[in-house]
């Protein structure tokens, strides 16, 4: 990346969000990169203080997370959730033993006092992460979701009932008066911004609905570029293509594009779907078409990289 000293601003949230940040890291100094990430998927579930999104990325980025899954962490044992099952409990949201420590240290802490950054920063110190990470509040907001089932809470729809209710809208509660992460209007000495491959609505969507939030990364006058979590007419990973075609968004690359649009310079875009570039152009953004599914370390690597030169590209040119 060009522009020694200045930093990457990432945005993420889920296992896409997740794969781009540790490729990102694995090429970047620790110090450029911050990854800010959703936490309106966070929900209390038997008492503790659980954050999806969050740990999902801790455990990528520490080099900790089940690599079967995308989610919980390797070599993960069962004890609780089992015994927990014996007794009658709530099994539905599988919690390992291991990820039960997180969240029973976080809930701790949270509970003394102590801001969810903090807590971030300290457990993430401890598992190895070392670029900045950050939850994109220290106050709640939470995903609901309005389905034909009425309106529900985004782990009730997205795990307990799989997805299945359909989507009629999704708001945010508690983020009109939620404070964002100073960083996100700190955008001194950036070079650039990225929206990793994550669900637009509901995992990029409510970072950008924090207060002030869009208008000040629209107004960075540094390259912003948002990589594509669809490919061919389907997710990657999750419900974004579900969600598109519920929503009312053309199920493709270009229905995530057009609900960017207004906040993003360019578009990376999967090689299976160069076909569309000339649509994403028509929208006034720059498209880089490139191999963006990450199988394994080397394509997350390969696809940072080349989203990285695209933000140089578009920082030279002054396209942004």
Known sequence: MSGDGTRLLALAGGVGGAKLALGLASILPAERLTVVVNTADDFEHLGLAICPDLDTVMYTLGGVANPDTGWGRRDESWAVMEAIGALGGETWFRLGDKDLAVHIERSRRLRAGEPLSMVTHDLARRLGVRPTLLPMSDDPVRTMVETNRGELAFQDWFVRLRCEPVVKSVRFAGVGTAAP????????????????????????????????????????????????????????????????????????????????????????????????????????????VTDTMMRDDADKRRLAAATLDFVDELAASGQN
């Open 181 to 288: 992460h100073p960083i996100l209007s700190d955008l001194a000495n950036l070079h650039g911004v990225v929206i990793c491959p994550s669900n637009p609505f509901v995992s990029v969507g409510p970072i950008l609905a924090l207060p002030g939030v869009r208008d000040a990364l629209a107004g960075a006058g540094v390259p912003r570029v948002a990589v594509t979590p669809i490919v061919g007419g389907q997710a990657v990973k999750g419900p974004a293509a579900k969600m598109l075609a519920e929503l009312g968004h053309d199920v493709s690359a270009v229905g995530v594009a057009r609900y960017y649009t207004g906040l993003i310079d360019g578009f990376v875009l999967d090689a299976m779907d160069s076909n569309l570039a000339p649509s994403i152009e028509t929208l006034g953004l720059k498209v880089r």
